[in-house]
């Protein structure tokens, strides 16, 4: 447990800014923008700590707070304690290795990722909100009543055009049962839950008040322009499970810069001394989430069974000075890694390659990892295809497997969670009675089946990269 002699000088480490005066209650459900949470008094008591002073103790945080959050039911349950998310199986990926491939069964995790309505054909600079009219049909309740209401409390906001006057929620997701009968009656809140079900916005999981008053701590970024929160992850595939997430109001899901690199870079690195992974999953297009949720940014961290550096890296090119680009042996996907001893280096020459992916309107998932005995970072860059929803079968000599969700961050990783019955009894009789040679092959054959599916054509690759490389030889 973490004393609070530790979290003091943590929550004191940044100085605060001058104080904004905040002209309404803010109320729990409320999304709330950057510039206001810090002068929020419950907010200011959490750790805010600079990138720049990040030290190992931050797992310290990590833990308490993972442990209270399953004490006070803030996520749906967790596969370390709770049976029927048991272990699959534990194998190690070679023999000289710590390393481990992770299977695993999670029977409420069927129905991820997310329906695509919740990306964009394009990439948005801001959340698209959808309006709530005042004209409602055949509702039969007054709402001019409610709609007092709803304005006194922020969930909703009047707005005006040349042609018409309607509303916009102020919140991402729909206050529960409990807080709707504080202020409003029985038949006002069954009105505003059907309003909500006809004109809802879209979801927004992490930036209310409440949200923020569930954060473990904040970082502040290494250039002091921005401000991360953690929280639990609510939908966690491990033990110890966590989302980061800009404080930056409808961030969209991509990396819009060199310096959020360097950041997870710097988080990536202090947190590797207890196994945990920093990856990202991008969310450009309508049809290639990058197995994203929903379209707000944030990263995952997560301590799982092996990280990237821990692949043997294959070099093809000398980008810069510093930093190389190649693949990694294990993984055939068609990925990029980029390796170096300099932070700065090699989140700007990756950057370079993103910013090809934008260009093109490609989705990609990102792993950062560090080799302290080397002193050397990485960033493993993975560009998605389009994939549908249909099952796709494979096969390894006289074995079947049906495989039943989309890979993302855990599965580049080498972590693959069976969602159905069905997927967990054939995962079984696939590594039944298998050597311990013959377990790490087929864990291997397993991973590139999952990524295969996920992943851009040949052809594309081969674009990519060499559109990338000819953009670095004329710098």
Known sequence: MISQSILLPLALSFSTTQEIPINHVIYPYEIIDHTTIFHIPSIQQKPRIPLQNLQPPIADIFHQSWMNALAEKRISFDPATDCEQRALITTPLAPQSNAHFVFFYALKRNNKPAPTHYSNASIQERRHTKVLYQNMGELRIPFETVKRKLEEYHIIQASHTNTESYYTWCIGKLPPQEILATFLQQQESTLVKTVWNMFPPDQNPFQSLLDYEQALCFFDSLDQTRTYAIICNRFPLFSHHFILYS?????????????????????????????????????????????????????????????????????????????????????????????????????????????????????????????????QYILVITPRGNWDTVQQTISHSSDTIELDHKPGFAEIIGAFCATTTTLYENVQEFLKNASPQELHQKALFLQKKWLTRACIDEGLYTIMYDEYIQKMKGK
């Not at 990202?280 to 290639?288: E, G």
């Not at 990263?299 to 821990?310: H, K, N, R, T, Y």
């Not at 170096?340 to 990892?369: F, M, P, V, W």
């Open 247 to 375: 404080t930056q109001k409808d961030k969209p899901q991509y990396i819009a810069s060199a310096n959020e690199l360097m950041d997870m870079l710097c988080i990536q690195k202090q947190l590797r001394h207890q196994h945990y992974s920093v990856g990202f999953n991008c969310n450009n297009t309508a049809h290639s989430q990058g197995a994203s949720s929903v379209n707000v940014w944030h990263w995952q961290i997560a301590p799982l069974g092996i990280s990237v550096d821990e692949y043997t890296f294959m070099t093809h090119d000398q980008i810069s000075p510093l930093t190389h680009i190649g693949v990694l042996k294990e993984l055939s996907s068609r990925h990029c890694a980029f390796k170096s001893n300099s932070r700065e280096d090699i989140a700007h020459t990756a950057y370079q390659y993103i910013d090809i992916l934008h260009t093109h309107n490609i989705s990609y998932n990102i792993n950062c990892g560090y080799d302290a005995c080397t002193d």
